[in-house]
Structure formats: structure tokens, C-alpha cells
């Protein structure tokens, strides 16, 4: 039935393809929704029937009730079967793709604590600077109401749970 009201539905669309009428259009919008009752109906009965079929087996037959239910929680598996290395081998053993996965991360995180951006120079000072945590940094005044100025408005609130639009609409307040 339900295979019947779908393809009756693809036959009205295809008929108001080829000859764009209101008619047509109108037919196929009653198909529309027809199939589009049916699809909530079948997936309703569906859905009542594996409730059914599982209260039962919770009655029944624990094991199939528990093997369900578990199937049905754990999320879908989705396993890495390739990952290429440097030289673009592809690695297809686990064990050889868990160590490339360590060598990138390990590169990725050397790299990235002694990354210099692009087009700036640092001396042995500024580095020590940015290293040492006890340093102070000086933020003007008017470094601090163009960094406001700049805040967009509707972010979500960070972990103090302050709003930029608290921030914002604060004024010298909170200078």
C-alpha cells in the first residue's frame, strides 16, 4: 500500500514536469500529502510493533530484550580502515595507523610551541616574554575599547558566563 501511494506520488510529479499546469501541481500536492500520511502511519505501526514485540521479549526473553536494547544504544561503529604517512603509503594495520596518529600529534604539538606567525620577527626577549608566566603584559585604553568595538553580538557566554554584550553595553563602568 504504502509502496502503491509513493509511486503514485512520483507519477504526479513527473506529469506536472512535463506539463506545468495548475492542475497538475494541485494533483500532485494531494499525493504529496497522501504519501506523506501514510509514511506517519506505516512508521507509527512500525514503531508500535517493535514496542509490542519488545514487551514481550522483556517478559519472554530477557536475553533478546537486553541484546536489543544495547544494540540500540551504543552508536554505530564507524572504524578508520586507512590512513596515509608521510610519504603517502597507505597504513591499513591498526597498529601502524595508531602510530602514525601518535607521530602527527606529537609533530603537531612541538610544532605548535615554538610556532612563529608569519611575517613577524621575534627576538630572544619577546620569546621570553611570551614563556614566562609571571610576565605582564600593558593593554592600553584604547587597545581595550577597539577590542569591545570589534565584539560581535549573540556569541555564547565563556566560563564566567559573561555575555559580550554585557561587556559591551557596559560602558566605563567596567574600565
Given amino acids: 500500500e504504502l509502496k502503491r501511494v509513493v509511486k503514485e506520488k512520483k507519477i504526479a510529479w513527473k506529469k506536472y514536469l512535463t506539463t506545468k499546469t495548475q492542475s ?15 509514511v506517519l502511519i506505516a512508521k507509527s505501526k512500525s514503531w508500535k510493533d517493535f514496542g509490542d514485540k519488545m514487551e ?3 517478559k519472554d526473553n530477557r536475553k533478546l530484550f537486553y541484546r536489543i536494547i544495547k544494540r540500540l544504544r551504543t552508536d554505530k561503529e ?4 586507512f590512513v596515509k604517512d608521510k610519504e603517502g603509503n597507505l597504513l591499513t594495520r591498526e597498529e601502524e ?6 607521530q602527527y600529534f606529537a609533530e603537531l604539538l ?22 614566562d608566566p609571571n610576565t605582564e603584559y600593558n593593554i592600553t585604553l584604547s587597545e581595550l575599547h577597539a577590542a569591545i568595538k570589534k565584539m560581535k553580538l549573540g556569541k555564547a557566554p ?10 559591551k ?7
Avoid: F, H
Fill in 97 to 102: 595507523i595508531m602510530e602514525r596518529w601518535r
Fill in 56 to 58: 514481550g521479549a522483556y
Fill in 158 to 167: 565563556g566560563a564566567d558566563n559573561i555575555t559580550p554584550e554585557m561587556i
Fill in 24 to 38: 497538475d501541481y494541485a494533483t500532485y500536492k494531494e499525493k504529496r500529502s497522501a504519501a506523506k500520511n501514510a
Fill in 169 to 175: 553595553y557596559m560602558g566605563s563602568a567596567g574600565e
Fill in 78 to 81: 564507524c572504524p578508520l580502515k
Fill in 110 to 131: 612541538d610544532n605548535s610551541s615554538t610556532a612563529v606567525t608569519p611575517g613577524t620577527e621575534t627576538t630572544q626577549n619577546s620569546e621570553r616574554e611570551q614563556t
